[in-house]
């Protein structure tokens, strides 16, 4: 199982742009990169999955480089509303999550 | 659609006590997992079940139990509570098992509380 790293906290402001990165060195060749957030007393929720290069949906962009060994969520213009933990996984079973990102968004 | 339900959505038992949650999932989803979130921590992984059958288990003790259904609702079963017990329990679907691109989709689930 690919264990993850990524920050335990990052601050921002409204509008601004906030990458998060998750390094996952061994990552396997059939590993798909998923993260997720969630907010107090929610289950968490599905934000973006990928397997290579770049993923954008409504609501984040998620790079991945050629190695694979790393990858960067970004959440464009966050409101207070993103105020939220952020979590990266890798591969489908067993899965436990780390401690994730503790994003803070102030006015 | 309905998302992932879980019931009861909170729960206060004594030390000792047994105490048994539910979990309905997506339609169409045929595998669940059972994950124990402790204040402060991420989600820790419990329990998979797939077409009924158990796929994989955590390092939890064997206190906990889950059981599948055939309509893919699942149970999870603790014994003998502890304190440390005490924590959220979540639910997740998946539409496969083992399918790398397959996300779980997590209820918002059960608030125990051990006295």
């Known amino acids: 199982l690919a264990k993850t790293t990524q920050p335990i906290s990052m601050d921002s402001y409204e509008g601004q742009e906030v990458n998060i990165t998750c390094s996952h060195n061994n990552i396997a060749t059939n590993d798909y990169i998923t993260w997720y957030q969630q907010f107090p007393s929610q289950g968490p929720r599905f934000i973006i999955q990928?397997?290579?290069t770049k993923v954008t949906n409504e609501v984040a962009s998620l790079f991945i480089p050629a190695d694979r060994k790393s990858s960067t969520l970004s959440l464009p213009r966050v409101s207070l509303s993103d105020t939220a933990v952020y979590y990266c996984l890798v591969g489908a079973i067993k899965l436990s999550f780390g401690a994730g990102t503790t994003v803070t968004v102030r006015a | 659609d309905a998302g992932v339900t879980q019931s009861p959505t909170h729960l206060i038992k004594t030390r000792g006590q047994q105490v048994t949650l539910r979990c309905s999932p997506i339609s169409g989803h045929k595998s669940v997992s059972w994950y124990q979130q402790v204040l402060g921590q991420g989600p820790q992984f419990i329990f998979q079940y797939y077409e009924k059958e158990e796929r994989g288990r955590g390092n939890f003790p064997d206190r906990f139990s889950a059981r599948q259904f055939p309509n893919y609702s699942s149970e999870l079963n603790v014994n003998a509570l502890l304190l440390g017990d005490s924590a959220l329990y979540l639910c997740?679907?998946?539409?496969?098992?083992?399918?790398?691109?397959?996300?779980?989709?997590f209820g918002n689930g059960t608030r125990l509380t051990v006295t």
């Open positions: 997740a679907s998946s539409l496969l098992f083992e399918e790398a691109n397959s996300p779980l989709h």
């Open positions: 990928g397997y290579k």
